[in-house]
């Protein structure tokens, strides 16, 4: 039975030398029991951690959640929102992704909105890369898809139209392909 007063080095002391399946019984276990806030965030982004090394990706966003529930600072909030949002980016979860950066963003002013937009579009793409590489093309349509509903430059715009329509023509998606690119070729006139 754990006690209010646990610290970071006895949590670590008890993780010491065993498995990352031991070691996310262990901590879940913890979180259940009456600990402060501060080891409750510890223990959250432990398993976090372990649970992201592990490519259970949706579990670290529930902790990345959790760890914003147990936060008071609306920083420190907003952080932990954006790291759920990638994660779940990252586990192909759009729509939860989407409402993690809601979350985040409630807590943000005009200048922290504009930033955390900026930091979601780059997680985008990067995961669209990613997707690109392990030639995951339809994986990566829904994201181009999903950045071009974004507030983009022009010629951020472009780039993923064009990365989009080599998608669809890759895939097969011909009537996709051609819409997109009447499209472009509308806006140029």
């Known amino acids: 039975m754990l006690h209010k007063d646990i610290s970071k080095e006895s949590i670590e002391k008890s993780l010491e030398g065993k498995g990352d399946f031991v070691k996310i019984d262990h901590l879940s276990e913890m979180l259940k029991e009456n600990i402060s806030l501060d080891m409750k965030k510890y223990v959250a982004l432990k398993l976090a951690d372990i649970y992201e090394v592990r490519g259970m990706l949706t579990d670290a966003a529930k902790m990345f959640d959790l760890i914003a529930l147990n936060t008071v600072a609306?920083?420190?909030?907003?952080?932990?929102?954006?790291?759920?949002?990638?994660?779940?980016?990252?586990?192909?979860?759009?729509?939860?992704?989407?409402?993690?950066?809601?979350?985040?963003?409630?807590?943000?002013?005009?200048?922290?909105?504009?930033e955390i937009n900026f930091i979601?579009?780059?997680?985008?793409?990067?995961?669209?890369?990613?997707?690109?590489?392990?030639i995951r093309r339809a994986s990566a349509v829904k994201i181009y898809e999903r950045l071009l509903e974004m507030n983009l430059a022009e010629n951020e715009r472009k780039e993923?139209?064009?990365?989009?329509?080599?998608?669809?023509?890759?895939?097969?998606?011909?009537?996709?392909?051609?819409?997109?690119k009447k499209g472009s070729e509308e806006k140029r006139y």
Not at 79 to 103: F, H, N, P, Q, T
Not at 162 to 176: A, F, T
């Open 160 to 180: 993923i139209k064009e990365k989009l329509m080599n998608l669809y023509e890759r895939l097969g998606r011909m009537r996709e392909y051609f819409d997109l």
């Open 120 to 134: 979601i579009k780059d997680f985008y793409k990067k995961q669209a890369g990613i997707y690109e590489k392990e």
């Open 74 to 114: 609306f920083t420190d909030k907003m952080k932990s929102y954006v790291k759920e949002a990638w994660m779940l980016i990252r586990a192909g979860e759009l729509e939860r992704a989407e409402e993690a950066v809601k979350k985040a963003q409630s807590y943000a002013n005009a200048s922290e909105k504009n």
